[in-house]
């Protein structure tokens, strides 16, 4: 089956750097197969026939043992990625007009209400939940008003990770492509 996996707080700052091509070698040893990476935040496309749990610990503890710390690891199907992505509406991009994030949610927080709690201000702002994620659209110039840099302080904040439309939609490309 084919996965996606989504390191969150990697390689920004001063947080754990874990370089790509080292990271696709790594999950190649733990038996991960056709391992692409996408990027340097942390997004990697693979197959195996382990389980979801197996899958989890396999690469948790490996990334433990490599790193010395512990890294959150969304681990998302190809078909939830790509459902996902087609729940994006097509005029939302990532130009001079706009921003477009998706926050990819563990499944503890996933849940439409979430949106209800994030201290936001939704009239500058549309926003929607789709498939254990929330998709938000901001114009550039209601940017500072929707105060979206609110969610850094939500208890549920450190249980998502986001990307931009752009690598969603790439993610979602790579899931379709047959290896």
């Known amino acids: 089956m084919k996965y996606v996996a989504l390191l969150r707080g990697i390689n920004v700052g001063k947080s754990i750097q874990v370089p790509m091509k080292l990271l696709k070698s790594q999950l190649e ?3 991960l197969m056709n391992v692409v990476t996408y990027l340097n935040s942390g997004n990697v496309i693979f197959e195996t026939e382990l ?3 197996e899958l989890k610990n396999a690469i948790g ?3 433990e043992n490599e790193y010395g710390k512990k890294i959150s690891v969304l681990i998302k199907t190809s078909e939830e990625i790509i459902k996902i992505r ?3 509406p097509d005029e939302w991009q990532n ?3 706009q921003q477009t994030y998706i926050a990819y949610l563990f499944k503890d927080v996933a849940n439409p209400e979430l949106i209800n709690e994030l201290p936001i201000k939704k ?3 549309d926003i929607k939940y789709a498939f254990e994620a929330i998709i938000w659209n901001i114009r550039r110039e209601n940017y500072n008003k929707s105060q979206i840099t609110k969610i850094a302080n939500h208890k549920s904040y450190d249980r998502m990770t986001t990307r931009n439309v752009n690598t969603a939609r790439k993610l979602a490309e790579l899931c379709e ?3």
Request: charged share 20%.
């Open 123 to 125: 009239q500058y702002i």
């Open 61 to 63: 503890c490996m990334l």
């Open 86 to 88: 087609d729940s994006i």
């Open 29 to 31: 040893n733990i038996g």
């Open 51 to 53: 389980t979801l749990n």
């Open 177 to 179: 492509n047959k290896n």
């Open 95 to 97: 130009d001079e007009t």
